[in-house]
């Protein structure tokens, strides 16, 4: 589960994007798919699913005027029922009850999980994407699920710009985006200041790659120290120059090491690992943080500049 999730998420962009851009199909293999038993209802719901397509969530969708018949929006995802095998995995990490509370969703894509915050009684839910044709998709599933933008709101914003939003969250996701950016600790820090504080949690996910195990790192080292550098649990981040899984929008993979790393500089606690690759942080305590950027202050009380 840990290195298959990132890689299928990295594939599955892959699949939407030609040399030079992105080519989008009709669905998962170009085709409309008619499954013999679905009803005719079914099947009109299933063409227009298909037309916004490919998915990369896998979303029930209720079929008009057949009670409880429903058309998935990626039946074919090579994960299997994504994201929700995935999320069977960590679900029990957010509370049950978010009555309340206000959720952010980074990188909503389908919306699956700004849908499951809805479901367990958010007060607010944004999800937001730099990508239109994802937006279309989680806007079509909204209005299938009978849901309005009250409900669960979808804008059109990229990582970058979050602090536009000159907003906090009790619960902020932010799942499968950071190895899709050029300056991820950049985003990371915005995306870190935007975690209620105190009290809120980032539910986080990168692909990671590597060796699982990391080292306690000391707080300096000698300049004429190089072994510590060949040593694979010391924090890495492998850049990726061209592409991986046959996707040129995976830049940066870290291990394991360098998410929790980076995690930690960015201001936040780790306080939980409901599974590989996912972190529910917690923002440490705001005294020590550099204003709201995330940016840890070192023990000496000098702002470690990030600029
Ligand atoms: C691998 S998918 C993950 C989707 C979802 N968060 C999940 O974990 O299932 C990556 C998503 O991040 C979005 N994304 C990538 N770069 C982004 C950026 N710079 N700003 C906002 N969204 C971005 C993509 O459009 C896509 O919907």
């Known amino acids: 589960m840990v290195e298959t999730v990132g890689k299928l998420q990295a594939a599955h962009r892959a699949g939407r994007q030609g040399t030079n851009g992105r080519a989008r199909g009709t669905g998962a293999n170009g085709t409309a798919v008619i499954r013999a038993a679905e009803s005719a209802e079914a099947q009109v719901l299933r063409r227009e699913i298909d037309a916004i397509g490919p998915w990369f ?36 990490a ?60 979808f804008r059109r914003l990229g990582v970058y710009d979050v602090d536009q939003l000159a907003e906090q969250f009790d619960l902020v996701f932010f799942m499968g985006v950071l190895y899709h950016l050029r300056h991820p600790l950049y985003a990371l820090e915005k995306v870190a200041g935007l975690v209620r504080c105190p009290g809120g949690r980032l539910v986080f996910q990168t692909m990671e790659r590597g060796v699982q195990e990391t080292v306690q ?60 690759e996912v972190y529910v942080c917690a923002p440490k305590d705001a005294v020590r943080l550099w204003g709201r950027t995330g940016a840890a202050v070192p023990a000496d009380g000098l702002a470690r500049s990030s600029d």
């Open 94 to 153: 957010v509370p049950d009850d978010l009555t309340g509370k206000s959720v952010l969703d980074i990188g909503c894509n389908g919306g699956f999980y700004s849908f499951e915050m809805q479901r367990r009684g958010a007060a607010r839910v944004l999800g937001i994407d730099h990508d239109p044709v994802y937006l279309r998709q989680a806007e079509f599933a909204r209005e299938r699920l009978g849901l309005s933008a009250r409900d669960v709101e």
């Open 217 to 276: 790192v000391a707080e300096d080292y000698p300049f004429a120290e190089r072994g510590i550098f060949y040593d694979e649990r010391f924090p890495r981040m492998y850049f990726v120059e061209h592409r991986y899984a046959g996707d040129w929008t995976n830049w940066w993979i870290p291990n394991p090491a360098a998410t929790q790393a980076m995690l930690r500089s960015c201001g936040l606690d780790i306080v939980e690992r409901p599974c590989g």
């Open 57 to 92: 969530h896998n979303l029930r969708l209720p079929v008009d005027g057949a009670a409880g018949e429903h058309a998935e929006t990626a039946p074919d995802h090579p994960l299997g029922d994504f994201p929700s095998v995935f999320w069977s995995a960590f679900g029990q």
